[in-house]
Nanobody
Framework: VQLQASGGGLVQAGGSLRLSCAASGLTFIGYAMYWFRQAPGKEREFVAAVNWGGHTTYYVDSVKGRFTISRDNAKNTANLQMNSLKPDDTAVYYC???????????????WGQGTLVTVSS
């Protein structure tokens, strides 16, 4: 199983970025997709999740109304549209996949390599 995250970069506060996660080696529709992030010096935190069909989503409170998770089961990709970015959103963002949804406190089975998002003030 491979999860390839892309789309990170440097953006000014208030700007937007779209992260993508390309999945291979798994039956994509059988897996819920997750985004996590880890800021410098902080623990990894859950950001967003989408269920197998793309109809149910969850977000951490700090990104609600600004971030949108989606998936394209025909292309085996999951996306995270990030708007109104803030310096506090600076982190390495990881996509992950698991057959369970939601995960609760458990950790997803498969993880991508991460993509760095830097938001300047």
């Amino acid at each position: 199983v491979q999860l390839q995250a892309s789309g990170g970069g440097l953006v000014q506060a208030g700007g937007s970025l779209r992260l993508s996660c390309a999945a291979s080696g798994l039956t994509f529709i059988g897996y819920a997709m997750y985004w996590f992030r880890q800021a410098p010096g902080k623990e990894r935190e859950f950001v967003a999740a989408v269920n197998w069909g793309g109809h149910t989503t969850y977000y951490v409170d700090s990104v609600k109304g600004r971030f949108t998770i989606s998936r394209d089961n025909a292309k085996n990709t999951a996306n995270l549209q990030m708007n109104s970015l803030k310096p506090d959103d600076t982190a390495v963002y990881y996509c992950a996949a698991d057959q369970n949804f939601p995960m609760g406190t458990a950790s997803p089975t498969y993880w991508g390599q991460g993509t760095l998002v830097t938001v300047s003030s």
